[in-house]
């Protein structure tokens, strides 16, 4: 078993359940870690505010990452470091994404736009996030000042399809991975968890292959390839589990706690 000194966890459908509940057992797992002198970080493609809710159950004391690593900030909420996509590339993936019949919706730091107040999953995000959106008929000038794009689908097929194409269309100038079945994520090229894993590594002298990574969706493959340790959640698809060096059980049946407590606390 690797000699891990932190773990680094996705939120959604791996830290919280179905229902966006942090167990009991969840807590306590990430208490046994630090009782153990390990470290507990974690990275979503949540708003940074949209984790705040985490902080004091968790007593989480470093830095947060949200956007995928779009944005770093204190426990406080205080920014640390913010990446934007540039302005062409912004509206390259809101072209291609609306060309696919999805919905777009835009993150700056501080703001969620979305163009129709009745657009699927608006509901669902704002109770995750803990906060609404701003409703405008156009992005207009915020495009400017995206830090992230989301490209908002029932249409799962559809969803995968329009992710091939905007990473197609990006290349390398941007990351673009679904966070969730239904959202597509497009954020600056050095936003993803790939780069959280390197960024916690270095301002806290960590080795990589010291670092743990836990998650379900392909965004969190990335972070998979730079940790000594890759957790897959249960309900993840095959592609996720082959990316990881273990799998859990699912997000509704304590899949988290359960792999703290298997593959790096050894009880």
């Known amino acids: ?13 791996t830290l919280v359940d179905q229902n966006k509940v942090l167990t009991d057992r969840a807590v306590n797992a990430v208490r046994q870690l630090r009782a153990r002198g390990i470290r507990f970080a974690v990275t979503s ?34 920014v640390i470091e913010s990446k934007q996509l540039p302005r062409d ?19 700056t730091t501080e703001e969620w736009l979305l163009r129709d107040g009745q657009a699927p999953h608006r509901e669902k995000e704002e109770h995750t996030v803990r906060f609404p959106p701003r409703v405008v008929p156009e992005f207009g000038d915020a495009i400017g000042n995206a830090v992230k794009i989301v490209g908002v689908g029932d249409d799962l097929d559809l969803v995968a ?78 592609e996720v589990k082959a990316a990881a060096t273990q799998v859990t059980d699912g997000m509704n049946d304590e899949g988290f706690a359960k792999a703290v407590e298997r593959f790096i606390l050894g009880i």
């Open 1 to 13: 078993m690797t000699d891990i000194a932190l773990l680094l966890a996705d939120v959604d459908g």
């Open 45 to 78: 493609g949540r708003p940074p505010k949209g984790m705040a809710m985490l902080v004091e159950p968790l007593a989480l004391d470093g830095v947060i990452a949200g956007f995928n690593g779009g944005v770093f900030t204190r426990p406080d909420l205080s």
């Open 89 to 107: 590339v912004a509206e390259t993936a809101l072209r291609v994404i609306l060309e696919h019949k999805l919905d777009a919706w835009l993150y």
């Open 161 to 238: 399809r329009c992710e091939k194409a905007v990473q197609t269309a990006l290349g390398d100038k941007a990351s673009a991975a679904r966070s969730q079945p239904y959202y597509l994520d497009v954020t600056h090229k050095e936003a993803n968890k790939g780069f959280v894993v390197d960024y916690l590594s270095n301002t806290l002298g960590i080795p990589r292959d010291r670092i743990a990574t836990i998650g379900d969706m392909p965004n969190d493959v990335t972070m998979f390839k730079r940790s000594g340790l890759s957790i897959a959640m249960g309900q993840s698809s095959d």
